[in-house]
């Protein structure tokens, strides 16, 4: 991964940073990305790891990123399913 200089970071618009009101974690390129995940999982809270999870995730979708969950949705249909389908036995 090439050093990014200060001048570069600064040109990056506030987009390519995983937190772009602080402009921390940039992700202009999938090594940096990769790097904001492992960052990101040892110094952010939980709720900004999550949300650098889903921000690289979109960017870089074939980039495996572990604990993110699309909506919970699909899962709660299946379980309900499963209850359902015990409770008639």
């Known amino acids: 991964m090439a050093k990014l200089s200060y001048k570069r970071r ?3 618009p506030a987009s390519e940073f995983a937190e772009p009101s602080k402009r921390k974690y940039p992700l202009d390129t ?10 990101a999982s040892q110094n952010a809270s939980p ?3 999550a949300a650098i999870k889903r921000k ?3 960017k870089f979708p074939g980039i495996k990123v ?3 969950h699309g909506s919970g949705k699909k899962r709660s249909k299946k379980r309900e399913t499963r209850k ?3 409770s008639k036995r």
Not at 30 to 39: E, G, H, I, P, V
Request: net charge positive.
């Open 10 to 12: 600064q040109k990056l």
């Open 30 to 39: 999938r090594n940096r990305a990769k790097n904001a995940l492992s960052r």
């Open 47 to 49: 709720a900004e790891d």
């Open 56 to 58: 690289v995730h979109k």
């Open 66 to 68: 572990s604990g993110l």
């Open 84 to 86: 359902i389908s015990l």
